[in-house]
């Protein structure tokens, strides 16, 4: 019968290959080149190794760990109180590949030159592979400055940077390796955390802490910096899951919330009943204290977002170079080509730009104007890069067509973590304000960015009159203004990281997204480009 087997109606044609393995170092040539021209080479072995990692194991083993949820153990079988999340193996895979792996610590535990670079490098890897995980690998690197700025909890400090990750619910006396998660959320207020309403009262040479946190992420961490009103005003604290003699913190997880993504990683409601904590830094000082965390914490929103650009792209373009549509591949039909081509650009300007800045980080102990660069380009990078991907993957999963709304695609799970990073860690208003605000009161941010996009002129008209207009508006904008101005200089500064990086995207970005009146859709480059030269370069 047609030499088809018995009760087989059809046979299966014109579907891609499996996706993966993919090497995601090998297959990224902006992330190498950023890699390196941002000062972290000498990790390249490190990260060519996650990166074959990330494609394989963790991407396939993802898809497990978003399928089955975690879930909140308020009790025991027996009725006591426990309070646990219980998650499917693969995160436990997930969270022990990156501690091991540096993504929450290399920073710390091999500081040298560069190891700011290549950590932000594993993370981008890390989380195409996994967008929950992120979120306590994140917080735990981001927490370990803050700590070290207490000498009585540098064990806590050292133990978060740790390359090693144990899951067991143990005070820190028994565990070599820690995760750290952040409090700061209450339901009357998220970006004003001036309102916070948890009180913390001094009990012996800790603090004594009631109230609640309706954001609390990652609850199996083994400690928490959290927000509360202590006597001085607002306060860091640092709350263990654990006390030292062996006995569980008096918090109670409330629920874990419903939520439209980021299905990996359990975000909880929690309320403090006399939770024991220590201080960090002074009274009344809590916001100067934790910024110090979320600005590394922004760092990774738009080292995420720039990552899900990434796999979103390398997806639809896996996909559009084995599938036919009238007669033909589909990255050969000129419009489907002026798409990716699009995306491939957006995808490459976020990843550049987003290692610029953690270039900026890893520098700034040794360079002040790093320091002010760091300062303002994670606010309008963190607007900008996690603004621009829930679009961004739409347009990649409208390229596989339907099977890019399936679930089996990554594509529907990277459009539900997509908004995410812009909400969390400062939501867009806020960056836009934050810009706003460095630049009328720190005016080393402004020469910082003058310089910054000084240094990429000369070789592009366009982008000459394009930043120097830019620098003119930014000294007079008001607070409605303020998005109109980020995203502005948003473009600029990706536009002078491609310059400086000389990649081939350079000139049609330029051309498409800093000339006046361009249409927005992904797909209306004006047809100008070397699209065979961008494609080869975005996925070999
Ligand atoms: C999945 C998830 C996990 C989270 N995990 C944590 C966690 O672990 N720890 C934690 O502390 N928080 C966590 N959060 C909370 C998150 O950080 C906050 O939701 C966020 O900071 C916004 O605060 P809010 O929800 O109170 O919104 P609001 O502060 O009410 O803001 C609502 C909107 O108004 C805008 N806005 C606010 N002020 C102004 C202004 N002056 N001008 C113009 N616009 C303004 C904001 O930009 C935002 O768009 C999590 C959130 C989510 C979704």
């Known amino acids: 019968m047609n030499g088809l087997p018995p009760f087989e109606t059809h046979r299966v044609e014109n579907q891609p290959p499996p996706f993966e393995p993919r090497d995601l170092w090998q297959d990224d040539a902006a992330l190498r080149e950023a890699v390196r021209r941002e000062g972290g080479e000498a990790f390249a072995s490190r990260l060519a190794a996650y990166g074959a990692l990330a494609g394989d194991e963790l991407y396939r083993i993802g898809f497990d760990a978003n399928r089955d949820r975690p879930r909140l153990r308020t009790h025991d079988r027996f009725g006591h109180r426990i309070d646990a999340v219980e998650f499917h193996p693969a995160y436990h895979r997930l969270m022990e590949a990156a501690k091991t792996h540096g993504v929450a610590g290399l920073s710390w535990h091999q500081p040298e030159p560069g190891a700011h670079v290549a950590r932000a490098a594993l993370s981008y890897l890390h989380h195409q592979a996994d967008a929950g995980t992120s979120c306590p690998l994140t917080m735990t690197h981001a927490a370990v400055p803050v700590l070290r700025r207490e000498p009585a909890l540098a064990a806590w400090a050292e133990r978060a940077a740790a390359p090693l990750y144990d899951p067991r619910d143990l005070p820190l006396a028994d565990k070599a390796g820690l995760t750290l998660g952040m409090g700061m959320t209450e339901k009357q207020g998220g970006s004003d955390v001036r309102a916070n309403t948890t009180t913390a009262t001094p009990d012996g040479d800790g603090y004594r802490l009631i109230g609640h946190k309706w954001f609390f992420s990652a609850p199996m961490c083994d400690g928490f910096l959290v927000l509360a009103q202590a006597p001085g005003g607002l306060t860091c604290l640092l709350m263990p899951r654990r006390?030292?003699?062996?006995?569980?913190?008096?918090?109670?997880?409330?629920?874990?919330?419903d939520k439209l993504g980021d299905w990996s990683n359990a975000s909880s409601e929690v309320e403090f009943r006399g939770a024991l904590a220590w201080r960090v830094g002074e009274e009344g000082r809590g916001v100067a204290t934790i910024i110090e965390m979320v600005m590394l914490t922004r760092l990774d929103c738009m080292l995420g977002s720039a990552a899900e650009m990434r796999m979103a792209l390398a997806q639809a373009l896996h996909h559009a170079r084995h599938r036919r549509t009238f007669g033909k591949r589909l990255a050969d039909h000129p419009l489907m080509t002026n798409v990716l081509a699009d995306l491939a650009i957006e995808s490459e300007?976020?990843?550049?730009?987003?290692?610029?800045?953690?270039?900026?980080?890893?520098?700034?102990?040794?360079?002040p104007r790093e320091v002010a660069f760091a300062r303002i380009a994670t606010a309008i990078g963190k607007y900008w890069i996690c603004k621009r991907t829930p679009a961004f993957v739409n347009e990649a999963q409208e390229c596989l067509g339907g099977a890019g709304y399936v679930e089996e695609s990554i594509l529907p799970r990277l459009y539900r973590q997509a908004p995410l990073n812009s909400i969390w860690e400062g939501s867009g208003n806020v960056q836009c304000l934050d810009v706003l605000r460095a630049l009328a009161r720190e005016p080393e941010t402004r020469v910082a960015l003058k310089a910054e996009l000084e240094s990429a002129t000369g070789r592009l008209p366009a982008f000459d009159a394009f930043a120097s207009a830019l620098m003119a508006d930014a000294a007079a904008t008001g607070e409605a203004g303020a998005r109109a101005?980020?995203?502005?200089?948003?473009?600029?500064?990706?536009?002078?990281?491609?310059?400086?990086?000389?990649?081939?995207?350079?000139d049609a970005f330029v051309r498409q997204r800093l000339a006046p009146g361009h249409e927005w859709a992904f797909g209306s480059l004006s047809g100008n480009e070397d699209a065979g030269v961008i494609l080869g370069r975005a996925l070999p």
């Open 485 to 506: 101005l980020t995203e502005r200089l948003a473009r600029a500064l990706q536009a002078a990281a491609l310059l400086h990086a000389g990649s081939p995207m350079a």
């Open 243 to 257: 006390l030292p003699d062996g006995e569980r913190n008096r918090f109670a997880l409330m629920r874990l919330k």
């Open 349 to 367: 300007a976020a990843t550049v730009f987003a290692l610029r800045v953690a270039g900026a980080v890893d520098r700034a102990p040794r360079d």
